[in-house]
């Protein structure tokens, strides 16, 4: 099992910054792949950032990138969602998400945490 909790979403206007954090605990967390996803209203869930269990490896949505940068702190066991150059239509609520790497889903949610970008 791995518990998340996410913070760090908030207001912010057109073109400025946040950084999100989701801490792990419970299962090793350095055994998990980690994600980062949104939902924004009457939209389906879509997947962000993804970041390998040592680091090395990432992956970005288009529509992030150049922009967003995971990473991710073993030893703190925390992910990390940088966002720069936020538009209006980056406002939803993110998601970090566990996958164990003997698995191919998602096992784990947090909770979510907003974000709201005015224009």
């Known amino acids: 099992q791995v518990q998340l909790v996410e913070s760090g979403g908030g207001l912010v206007q057109a073109g400025g910054s946040l950084r999100l954090s989701c801490a792990a605990s419970?299962?090793?967390?350095?055994?998990?792949?980690m994600g980062w996803f949104r939902q924004s209203p009457g939209k389906e869930r879509e997947s962000v950032a993804v970041?390998?269990?040592?680091?090395?490896?990432?992956d970005y949505a288009d529509f992030v990138k150049g922009r967003f940068t995971i990473s991710r702190d073993n030893a703190k066991k925390t992910v990390y969602l940088q966002m720069n150059s936020l538009k209006p239509e980056d406002t939803a609520v993110y998601y970090c998400?566990?996958?164990?790497?003997?698995?191919?889903?998602?096992?784990?949610w947090g909770q979510g945490t907003q974000v709201t970008v005015s224009s």
């Open positions: 998400a566990a996958r164990p790497l003997t698995r191919q889903s998602y096992d784990y």
């Open positions: 970041i390998s269990w040592r680091g090395g490896s990432t």
């Open positions: 419970g299962a090793t967390f350095s055994s998990h792949t």
